[in-house]
């Protein structure tokens, strides 16, 4: 209880720092290689309303971004969607330079006002529904050019976001079937009260009689002595055993880090299994069957644009 307490009081300043030192100001493609698209997408709740997306396509050559597979990459607490692509677009890059199948990466804000240890849940008082948006308004709005089967879908996280990757696949086997979780957990940590009194529909062993409609990749640094995430992995990975998951651990050296996580995306790159790509035709132009001739310049002066922000997408 003590253990508790503290940790709670531990959380209360994370989320006054988080405010100020921890989450990065909003990324920009200025220095992203590939293309890097900010989306405002609805929520169903009254924490945000609107909550921020950022979707990142690498550079793609003679690759249709339509045939792409898609990857939900969720941050931890304190944490952003700024701060995960600082630490994963790079790594990313390189992977797929050096021979990696290449893959849209989605970072969503999982950030909340009432319980600001969000755990990537729909919170019991219905305040932040982040689960639910991400899954329902999200992945039909980012694959708006093509919806993916599950096997070209995947869901990754790190600390708090390796727990939401768990946790988020598990309840939705029609959805994901790869899970990689970087310094991740495997229990209910929730700090702030999003759950109510009712922990056990978001603890992962609940689910574990589905874990094995999932490949998991569970990484852990030997140094990482973060509580609850020591020793996690491990423990996940024998509790996969006993219902013949198939997995991946990784126990590198590392702490709690983006350093870690770097080290650890090309490894993961190659553990993503992608099916064939589908053959996207391309659109076939229309002909007109008479010429139609080019219109007169117009002498009435074009208005003065106003400028907007990001679109909000329902």
Known sequence: MKLKRARRAIAIVAVLLSQ?????????????PGTLLHLRVASPET??????????????????????PVVYMLHG??????????????PLTAAFAAGAKP??????????????????????????????????????VVEKDRLRSKNERAIVGFSMG??????????????????????GYFITDDLTNA??????PHAPSTYLNRANNFTWFLAEGKDDFTVPIRGQAISWAKKLKTVKAKYVLQTPSGGHSFTFVSGEVPIMTKWLVWPKPPIIPSPTPVQSPTPIPSPTPSTT????????????LQ
């Open 20 to 32: 100020s030192l921890f989450i990065n100001p909003s990324p920009t493609s200025a220095t992203t």
């Open 47 to 68: 924490d945000y309303p609107i909550r921020d997306v950022w979707v990142w396509t690498p550079p793609l050559g003679k690759l249709n971004r339509a045939a792409l």
């Open 77 to 90: 607490w304190p944490g952003s969607p700024s701060s995960m692509i600082s630490g994963m677009v790079k």
């Open 103 to 140: 893959f849209i990466a989605v970072f969503p804000d999982g950030n909340a006002k009432t319980h600001p240890d969000s755990e990537w849940a729909d919170s019991y008082d219905k305040k932040a529904m982040i689960e639910t948006w991400l899954t329902k308004k999200v992945i039909p």
């Open 162 to 183: 390796g727990y939401g990757a768990a946790i988020i696949g598990l309840h939705h086997p029609e959805l994901f079937t790869q899970i990689a979780t970087l310094a």
């Open 195 to 200: 759950f109510g009194t009712s922990e056990s």
């Open 301 to 312: 002066p074009l208005p003065t644009p106003v400028p907007t922000g990001s679109p909000t």
